[in-house]
């Protein structure tokens, strides 16, 4: 069987015929418009993708018209791939290795595969891409670094063969429009503002999902109003659910080339359809009062300057639970429920080998995309309302309670051969280690809340009193402690990317290589482990009066116990699972890929 596995990656490596089309944020022309972005060279594209195909068009013959030598042969080289040919038809394959101290992980793909892009006049194109994997691990198995996340999009339904898995996949898109003004329907990934590949809005890190889209778009303004059904989950990641929303609509104003400003707005929630949230130019958390405030909103903003060709400035906010009246106050702690996210980046506007040079920090406070869904918060309820689709964090691929600063070089030191030189620094750490009131200490003693300091650990629990009428408690109502605690993680990841891409002129295709490696330093790497749980002692305080525990005695039955007993228990669990988050871990991953588009 290895045998078997070897000559079919060996096979796909030298035959293998790929090719991503509009609707994949993985296709290399979004690469591309990054870049000419970046160099001023395309200044108002939409702040969603993926493009239609009528958009793309645009793009491509801008570039070609105003693009240097460099950038007007690969415009072309995208438009012959895109619109000269419909099918494609072909093979892909991958082969991954993950290593570590005691343990290794290897992961291959093999994916027959068919892809489409058709445009019919000027308004109607669509895109598809259909391929089916074997593999033998899932997404979710695969060997990544850490809060990195399969590009894969197939889901596990059991059909295998021995121990390959055989799961089908498929992106498609259709869109009625012109590159101007269009509504698009989609299964894909999502990117939504300025940073493309892990932004605080909506990332292409998240699974495909469903997708409506509806956007103006022009020199001076652009609108973009979208609904997307995603994937509910349990308090572990599990138990995948449909009738979850996210609805999100962005405001963007360009009074010049060099600056664009806008306004981001959303909100998630399920278990029904909401008509209200697809009325466009409306507020979404005004929109929920209506229902006495049942969903999860947010808003942001995010600005992009380019004060001369090549440079890049951007910045976006996106507020979660903001503490308004500590802030109107001017008080030194208030909370701050958020994600922000700030750049700098440079891409050589001429033929140079050195490309570009980019720099970004990301932050994402405590409980941010955390909140809790009905009138239960622990992890058996299926969670529609907060910011996560099929188990994974719809933004920015950090947890709560974490910072990373990032840093990109990339080299063209010959035509169509790009290397990427990447470090990312992460800090982590569980918000659940500056818990210190013993209402919350004992529900998370005595029911399965989530404590592992994730997405999935939000800030509030359920206070039945005598009567048995429940009232909600939430954490840091006035505080904020942004990496204040004890136990910090710490990552580093140093990775290395060889790329080439060359044309085949004959069909429009082209063939691609990769050869990438990562070296990755963890430090403390089990904060996330559940920092409470059951046991023998705090069993028996099952069913107390929160009230009562605050008043420094409860009872439960006809047992009276002392609220300092709760404060004990907790603080030897906190120790035992800070003995255990502590130490190093050093991993490696290597990736290959070939593939050959006709």
């Known amino acids: 069987m290895k045998r078997l596995f070897f000559l079919l990656f060996t096979f796909g490596c030298v035959f293998a015929a790929f090719s991503q089309v509009a609707v994949d944020l993985f296709d290399p022309f979004y690469a591309d418009l990054t870049d000419w972005e970046n160099e001023g060279l395309i200044n108002y594209a939409p702040n969603m993708r993926p493009l239609p195909l009528q958009e793309i068009e645009r793009i491509l013959n801008l570039v070609m018209e105003a693009g240097n030598e460099r950038e007007r042969r690969v415009a072309t080289e995208h438009h012959a791939r895109i619109f000269g040919r419909a099918f494609h038809f072909g093979v892909s394959s991958e082969l991954g290795f993950g290593l570590s101290k005691g343990s290794s992980i290897t992961y291959f793909d093999f994916a027959p595969m068919v892809d489409f892009n058709y445009k019919l006049a000027k308004l109607f194109s669509l895109s598809l891409k259909f391929d089916v994997h074997g593999t033998n691990k899932i997404p979710t198995a695969e060997p990544n670094p850490k809060f990195l996340f399969s590009k894969r999009d197939i889901s596990n339904d059991d059909v295998s063969i021995g121990k390959l898995y055989i799961l089908p996949s498929i992106k498609s898109g259709i869109t009625l429009g012109n590159a101007e003004y269009y509504f698009s329907a989609n299964i894909a990934r999502t990117s939504y503002g300025p940073f493309y590949d892990s932004g605080i809005f909506v990332s292409s890190h998240a699974k495909n999902h469903g997708q409506f889209n509806l956007v103006l778009n022009n020199r001076f303004v652009s609108y973009v109003q979208s609904f997307l059904p995603i994937a509910a989950t349990d308090g572990k990641g599990g138990n995948t659910s449909p009738h979850k929303f996210l609805s999100i609509h962005s405001l963007h104003v360009r009074p010049f080339e060099w600056l664009s400003f806008g306004l981001v707005d959303s909100v998630i929630y399920g278990k029904r359809f909401e008509p209200i949230y697809l009325i466009p130019f409306s507020v979404f958390f005004v929109s929920q009062g209506i229902y006495d405030f049942p969903d999860n909103s947010l808003i942001g903003i995010d600005f992009t300057v380019k004060p001369i060709d090549g440079l890049r400035i951007d910045g976006a906010l996106y507020a979660d639970d903001m503490g308004f009246n500590d802030i109107v106050k001017f008080k030194k702690d208030f909370k701050a429920r958020m994600s922000g996210q700030f750049g700098l980046s440079y891409t050589m506007p001429k033929k140079h080998w050195f ?244």
């Open 355 to 598: 490309r570009s040079v980019a720099l970004d920090y990301t932050l994402v406070t405590p409980f941010a995309y955390t909140h809790i869904s009905g009138n239960d918060g622990t992890d058996a309820n299926i969670n529609y309302e907060d910011y996560t689709h099929y188990g994974q964090v719809l933004a920015t691929n950090l947890n709560p309670n974490s910072d990373r600063l990032n840093l990109k070089l990339q080299f063209e030191p010959i035509d169509s051969l790009k290397i990427t030189l990447n470090n990312t620094f992460i800090r982590h750490a569980n918000i659940n280690e500056s818990v210190t009131d013993p209402r919350f200490l004992l529900k998370y003693m005595t029911e399965n809340y989530n404590t592992t300091g994730t997405v999935f650990n939000h800030a509030s629990i359920n206070s039945p009193d005598k009567n048995g009428y429940s009232d909600r408690l939430h954490l840091f109502q006035h505080a904020t402690p942004f990496l204040k605690q004890q136990t910090i993680e710490y990552i580093n990841q140093l990775s290395l990317e060889v790329s080439s891409v060359l044309p085949i002129k004959r069909s429009g295709g082209y063939m691609k290589f990769i050869i990438g490696y990562c070296f990755e330093a963890d430090i403390n790497p089990g904060v996330n482990n559940p920092m409470f749980s059951k046991t023998a002692t705090s069993t028996p305080w099952l069913g107390a009066v929160l009230s009562e525990v605050e008043q420094g005695n409860f009872s439960t039955g006809s047992h009276s116990y002392p609220t300092q007993q709760v404060i004990d228990e907790a603080n030897r669990q906190k120790a035992e699972w800070r003995a255990k988050a502590l130490g190093k871990k050093f991993n490696h991953y290597l990736k290959l890929g070939a593939t050959f588009a006709y």
